[in-house]
């Protein structure tokens, strides 16, 4: 094998070939595929004859140019042809990955005449007499928006709107698969914090929740503040709190597989950006011991010039020893490292220097701070953000439950005591009788999750004053 990455169903393709009807030829298939290190994940004979065989072979790889290595591989072999290569990922997203679709039959005069002209006038005018019954009688009930810039997406960075979409259908299609949350894309040209401000609040009538997402630091600290303080519905930015919040979860039941409490740890974070800095505010409001926050420039700390106002934030609330070395060296002693940030900027040498029964969260992806292999010889709990490894650290355990318990309580804001509580339901999720050093977070198909993440924001919503039942409108009975 070699140091490329391991095979996934990112860069899955299927192979159509034509190869002599003899008993051997598809066993070569097969068989060129597993010396290419790619996985056979399907084998489909498509049509045949005397001749020959046409096949479709569907196998796992792990990027573009191994793929075109397999390929290659099959087109090697004696008798065979290969006729068309489809990648499955881009065949999935042909026409996009969500569409809308009507709630209500329209198969007669008096359902078109209840749904739109011209019983919907009467709708229209109970909703300008009373604004609110708007989260009751149209789309507001269940729906947010997904707005985004494209300044800050996965981990390509600024590629700019279009090339978000299919990002953000993603995120919409995960909505509703997992909360039963219906989302649209919202994306933005254009990278003026002010002009953000301004559109998302013109659309925001029509939405019952605004979720944040893949818009660069620092300007999104300045939109998601700006909104909250103008719009009436809850602001909710993922990359930031919805990290913090399954980092936390993942914190919290690590801490109980060590033996060790929140109060006492050191904790190393790599990544002063949105995800580290929503991170490590929320530990801090959690009651951690102390933090020292490493980005590029080192350790963040007192007597630094030049800093953003996140990072001067940052400076006077963490690191009690004003530490100002490298990353590294923050590590020796610490009890856990989480890692926001680039591939490769540790070792297991680095690793060991950390405290007994440290904890590694090596989050960037596809590859992470340190090689999870690496960490896994020194450290008792080791999760990274990939699905191939243990204790995927995923966003997905978070944002489905939280917007449906937002959209529940008929939330008007986001607030840290829900994100307490969405981690902590997320956490308590996994079991006793289930956690231990490979387990410390569900699984993101775990049906459990997301209702019970609801439920622990809509109770800490209606504590908050959200409305507990609905109000009298034209649906009451008289």
Same mark, same amino acid.
């Given at each position: 094998?070699?140091?490329r990455s391991?095979?996934?169903?990112?860069?899955?393709?299927t192979?159509?070939?034509?190869?002599?009807?003899?008993?051997?030829a598809?066993?070569?298939?097969?068989?060129?595929v +597993?010396?290419? !290190? $790619?996985?056979?994940?399907a %084998? *489909?004979v498509? @049509?045949s004859?005397?001749?020959?065989? =046409? &096949?479709?072979?569907?196998c796992d790889t792990?990027?573009?140019a191994?793929?075109?290595?397999?390929?290659r591989?099959?087109?090697?072999l004696?008798?065979?042809?290969?006729?068309?290569?489809?990648d499955?990922t881009?065949?999935l997203?042909?026409?996009?990955k969500?569409e809308?679709?009507?709630?209500?039959?329209?198969?007669?005069?008096?359902?078109?005449?209840?749904a739109y002209?011209?019983?919907?006038a009467?709708v229209c005018?109970?909703?300008?007499?009373?604004p609110?019954d708007a989260?009751?009688?149209?789309?507001k009930?269940?729906?947010?928006?997904?707005?985004?810039?494209?300044?800050?997406?996965?981990?390509?960075?600024?590629?700019?709107?279009?090339?978000?979409m299919?990002?953000?259908?993603?995120?919409?299609?995960?909505?509703?698969?997992? +909360?039963g949350v !219906? $989302?649209?894309?919202?994306? %933005? *040209?254009?990278? @003026?914090?002010d002009?953000?401000v301004? =559109? &998302?609040k013109?659309l925001?009538?029509?939405?019952?929740?605004?979720?944040?997402?893949?818009?660069a630091?620092?300007?999104?600290f300045?939109i998601?503040?700006?909104?909250?303080?103008?719009?009436?519905?809850p602001?909710?930015?993922?990359?930031?709190h919805?990290?913090?919040i399954c980092?936390l979860?993942?914190?919290?039941?690590a801490?109980?597989?060590?033996g060790?409490?929140?109060?006492?740890?050191?904790v190393?974070?790599?990544?002063?950006?949105?995800?580290?800095?929503a991170?490590?505010?929320?530990?801090l409001?959690q009651?951690v011991?102390?933090?020292?926050a490493?980005?590029?420039?080192g350790?963040?700390?007192?007597?630094?010039?030049?800093l953003?106002?996140?990072?001067q934030?940052?400076?006077e609330?963490?690191?009690?020893?004003?530490?100002?070395?490298?990353l $590294?060296?923050?590590?020796?002693?610490?009890d856990?490292?989480?890692?926001?940030?680039?591939?490769?900027l540790?070792?297991?040498d680095?690793?060991k220097?950390?405290a007994?029964?440290?904890?590694?969260?090596?989050?960037?992806?596809?590859?992470?701070?340190?090689?999870?292999?690496?960490?896994?010889?020194y450290?008792?709990?080791?999760?990274?953000g990939?699905?191939d490894?243990?204790?995927?650290i995923?966003?997905?355990?978070?944002?489905?439950g939280?917007?449906?318990?937002l959209?529940?309580?008929?939330?008007?804001?986001?607030?840290d005591?829900?994100?307490?509580?969405?981690?902590?339901?997320?956490?308590?999720a996994?079991?006793?009788?289930?956690?231990?050093a490979?387990v410390i977070?569900p699984?993101?198909?775990?049906?459990?999750?997301?209702?019970?993440?609801?439920?622990?924001?809509?109770?800490?919503?209606k504590g908050?004053?959200s409305?507990e039942?609905?109000?009298?409108?034209?649906?009451a009975?008289r």
């Open positions: 094998m070699t140091t391991l095979p996934s169903a990112g860069f899955s393709i192979v159509r070939v034509s190869v002599p009807a003899d008993s051997t598809i066993g070569r298939l097969t068989t060129a +597993g010396t290419a !290190d $790619a996985i056979v994940t %084998l *489909d498509v @049509d004859d005397h001749q020959a065989v =046409i &096949v479709d072979l569907t792990a990027d573009a191994h793929a075109e290595t397999v390929v591989q099959l087109e090697a004696d008798g065979v042809q290969v006729r068309k290569v489809s499955r881009f065949l997203h042909l026409g996009g969500i809308v679709s009507s709630k209500v039959s329209l198969r007669n005069r008096d359902e078109l005449s209840r002209t011209p019983g919907v009467r005018m109970a909703i300008a007499e009373n609110e989260r009751r009688l149209t789309i009930r269940n729906t947010i928006a997904v707005v985004s810039d494209g300044t800050a997406v996965l981990g390509l960075g600024n590629i700019g709107p279009a090339a978000a299919p990002v953000m259908e993603g995120k919409a299609a995960l909505f509703k698969r997992f +909360g !219906d $989302a649209w894309p919202v994306v %933005l *040209d254009t990278q @003026d914090t002009e953000i301004s =559109i &998302v013109a925001a009538p029509a939405y019952g929740g605004i979720n944040l997402e893949d818009i630091a620092p300007r999104c300045e998601e503040a700006k909104l909250r303080e103008a719009l009436d519905i602001v909710f930015h993922d990359d930031q919805g990290t913090a980092v979860a993942a914190l919290t039941n801490l109980r597989v060590v060790k409490r929140m109060s006492d740890v050191k190393v974070v790599s990544g002063a950006g949105a995800a580290g800095t991170i490590m505010k929320l530990l409001k009651g011991g102390d933090i020292i490493c980005d590029r420039p350790a963040l700390h007192r007597g630094m010039d030049g953003n106002d996140s990072w934030w940052l400076v609330h963490t690191n009690a020893d004003n530490y100002a070395g490298s $590294a060296g923050a590590l020796a002693g610490a856990v490292f989480i890692g926001v940030s680039a591939p490769n540790l070792t297991g680095d690793v220097t950390m007994s029964d440290a904890i590694v969260f090596a989050l960037a992806n596809p590859d992470p701070e340190v090689d999870p292999r690496e960490a896994r010889q450290a008792t709990v080791v999760a990274t990939r699905s490894q243990p204790n995927q995923n966003n997905l355990l978070a944002f489905p939280v917007f449906r318990g959209l529940d309580a008929q939330a008007p804001k986001w607030t005591d829900m994100a307490l509580a969405a981690a902590h339901a997320i956490a308590d996994v079991g006793e009788e289930k956690l231990n490979s977070v699984s993101v198909f775990d049906a459990k999750v997301a209702p019970a993440v609801a439920a622990a924001v809509r109770a800490v919503a908050a004053g409305d039942n609905e109000p009298d409108g034209p649906l009975v």
